[in-house]
Each structure stands twice: as structure tokens, then as C-alpha cells.
């Protein structure tokens, strides 16, 4: 019989962990080091076996809130982008499914995908800064859905502050280097 | 200091693992069959103090692999859409981020929302199949995002089996009858 299973769980990386809390006090004041702190992430994440995007959560003094990574083949869960694993752990932190009190922003070293931009709507951060375009993700073969292609417009009806592509191209060499290192691209579509 | 957070985790109801166990050896074999089952967890979840969303995926033979439902409010994720957990209980279920393999069908007692479209397209199902429409979820307050507009043409040309509505009415009864129950309609949006 299949073993009962009361749990949906999954470890973040201990390296994340020690940079969360290394970095605590600092504050990131201009959208260039917020989008370089995720695109140190993607790198690292890269450095162990992982894909090559990163995403954080700031408050409105800059201060980090939450850190992600993609952990989609390390947790073995499709969903785990970057962007989901830093509003999961956002939301675990302060205990809440509604960021929105906290005034907070989502930065990803990469513009979000079609289930990304649904997750980041949810998750009442206010603000979306992201490094590299869809383009350059797609350049190297990740699939980024079909988002509408108002997406950011209608973003900002909504009430989100949208902004980038900031620090594009030390973002984007992460994709590219993950590419050229022989990286896995893990499209779930059987390939 | 902050406590270091090992793990993202949250609990699936005990009453959704027993509907799991005990009907683990029927199948069911028509589209309605399991729509309706949906619309079922969809209501016990209502019951429980739950959102009003169910979902599971089904093997090919119609037996059930995993059983979702809305867990925004109980477990503090926003991500926990009904569509979310299913695809999380089977890919831990079956140890793997891409169901695709197994050609697998997710149904769902109400058309995916903006982040679910994204979700099951990346979760390696091959099927979709929904009770409820868009329509019926935002005409009891529940915003259901700016999916692209032709979303479903844009997965079938992907390859994905699109049906629905399937039994609408008693789908959408369940939306109204939690509305009407004073159900808290969980929008991110700081109302």
C-alpha cells in the first residue's frame, strides 16, 4: 500500500541559507545591486547543480526578506522557480499567504515565466524587478510560456510597479554560461 | 536572530489522504466521473474551512494518482491552488519534477487561474480537464488573473488535450453556495 503522506516538502540549500543570514543587516538600496545579489544566487545555484536563475525578496529599506533559487531538479517539484521558492519562503517567514502589509518587492535575475507571473500576482509583493529578459532565457532553450503579451501593462493596471530589464547583461552571461557548461535545460515536456 | 529555515513544507489535510486510500482502486473511466470527483473535494474542502477548489491527476486507466485541493488559507502559501498541490503530491509522489512520462491528466473542478496555466504546463501532464469556467469564479469575487486569451489554443498547440466545461453546474454550485456560505474570497490584494 502506498505509504500515507502527510507532507509536501522540500530542504532550501544550506549555501542560501548562509547568505540570508550573512547578508541580514546589509542594505540594497539601488535596483542594480538587488538584481546582481539574484544573479549571484543564479550562479552559485549554477555551481551546484542547479539552474541558473535566482530571485529575493526586499523590503521597502532594502533589507533582504526571503532568498530563492530554482530548485526544480533538486527538489524534484516543477514548480520550484526561483521566484515561487522565495515567495514560499517569504510567506513561511512571516506566516502570512498575503505579503501585500509588507510592502515588499520580488527581484529575479530573469523576467518571470507564464506560471511566475500568475505567483507573483498572488503573492501581494508590489513591485517586480527582474535582470534578464525572456529573450536571453530562451536564447538558451527554456521554455517561457505563453504569457500575455500585455503582461506587464496589465501588471501595472493592477497596481504592480514593473521594472526591467536592469543589469541585463551580467544577468543574461549566467544563462549563457549555464549553456555553455553543458547545463541541463529541464523543459517538462519529455524531451 | 532569525531562525535558520531548512525546509519549505506544509501539510495536505488527513481527510483528503483517506479519500486518496479508500478510493485508490477505482477507476474512473469518464471525463464526468472525475470532474465530479473534484467538485466532491472541492466541497469537503469548503467544509473544512477551505477554499472552494479541487483537483487530482489521473493515470490513463482512470485511477487517481494524486488529490489536490485550495490550501491558500490553511497551510500560508498563496501558491497553494488546488491544481498546485495535485501536481506537488504526485511529482513527490512519483519522485520526479516531470510527469510526462506517465501521461497523466489534471483535472480541475474550475478552469486553471493565470499561475495554474503556467503550473500544469510545466508539471509534464499531458491533459487537462476542468469543471467551472473563469467566468464562474470571478462572478463570486475571486480574480482569476490576465491569462492570455487564446491560453487554450496556446497549450493544444503544445500538445496538450484541453476539455472543458464538464459538468459546470454542479462545479460552479460549489463557488456559489461558498459565497453564499460567507466563504472568504483570499485575493492578494491587500482588501
Redesign the interface.
Known sequence: ??E?????????P?WL?KIE?ER?DERFVTPQSRVLLTVELAKTNTKHGGGPFGAAIFDADGRIVSLGVNL??A??????HAE??A???A???L???????YNLELVASCEP???????T????VRSLLFGATKDDAEAIGFDE???????RA?LEA??FKVTGPIEREAAAKVLFDYKESGGVI?????E
Not at 4 to 12: A, G
Not at 145 to 151: I, L, M, N, P, S
Open positions: 500500500m502506498e500515507l503522506m502527510k507532507h509536501i516538502s522540500y530542504e532550501l544550506a541559507e543570514q541580514k526544480v531538479t527538489s524534484g517539484f516543477s514548480l520550484n515561487v521558492v515567495i514560499m519562503a510567506q513561511q517567514k506566516k502570512t499567504y498575503d505579503l501585500h502589509p515565466c507564464i506560471m511566475c507571473h500568475g505567483a500576482q498572488w503573492s501581494g510560456g505563453d504569457k500575455h503579451t500585455e503582461w496589465l493592477r497596481g529541464y523543459n517538462a515536456d519529455g
